[in-house]
């Protein structure tokens, strides 16, 4: 009795799968690319029960470059750079100022062409306008500085962005 019952039940389980690899089979045969691709579209659809408007998201992700990824602090972001994407380490990017205000501490914040914003950290003085080329290079510790190109001051920032 209990093996009749075993020969039953993996009868039923299995039967699903037959049939999704029939009815892949099937879909490998057909030789037209777009009849091919739409008979896998209906698998998939009545698979997952999907209706015919509901579509799968898939997120496409932009692959970031070493200038986007300087200054941040996310350890993931860094183990992607130095690992899987090869992107080459910079020690220091050059830009140009757009916009230059004060906090609440009166210390810099500075916006960069490149659409990145740097606060300071010190309370170092340093005149800076917008329109002028700065340097943002890694110092000791994992801190960043800036100075002018035109200078050699330079303060302690980090990364607002």
Request: include cysteine.
């Given at each position: ?46 698979r997952y ?53 004060k906090s ?51 303060i302690r ?5």
């Amino acid at each position: 009795m209990k093996i009749l019952l075993l020969i039953l039940i993996s009868f039923l389980f299995a039967r699903p799968a037959l049939a999704d690899e029939d009815a892949l089979a099937k879909c490998r045969q057909i030789e037209d690319i777009e009849a091919r691709v739409a008979c896998y579209d209906e698998f998939v659809d009545a698979r997952y029960k999907m209706g015919s408007g509901d579509r799968v998201e898939t997120r496409a992700t932009a692959v970031p470059d070493a200038q986007s990824l300087f200054g941040t602090n996310d350890a993931d972001a860094k183990r992607i750079v130095e690992t899987s994407l090869a992107i080459e380490q910079i020690d220091q990017i050059e830009a140009v100022v757009t916009e230059v205000r004060k906090s609440a501490t009166r210390k810099l914040v500075v916006t960069l062409d490149n659409g990145q914003v740097w606060r300071q950290l010190d309370s170092q003085p340093m005149r800076l306008k917008s329109g002028e080329s700065v340097i943002v290079r890694k110092a000791s510790l994992g801190s960043f500085l800036m100075e002018k190109q035109s200078g050699s001051r330079s303060i302690r920032v980090k990364r607002a962005n």
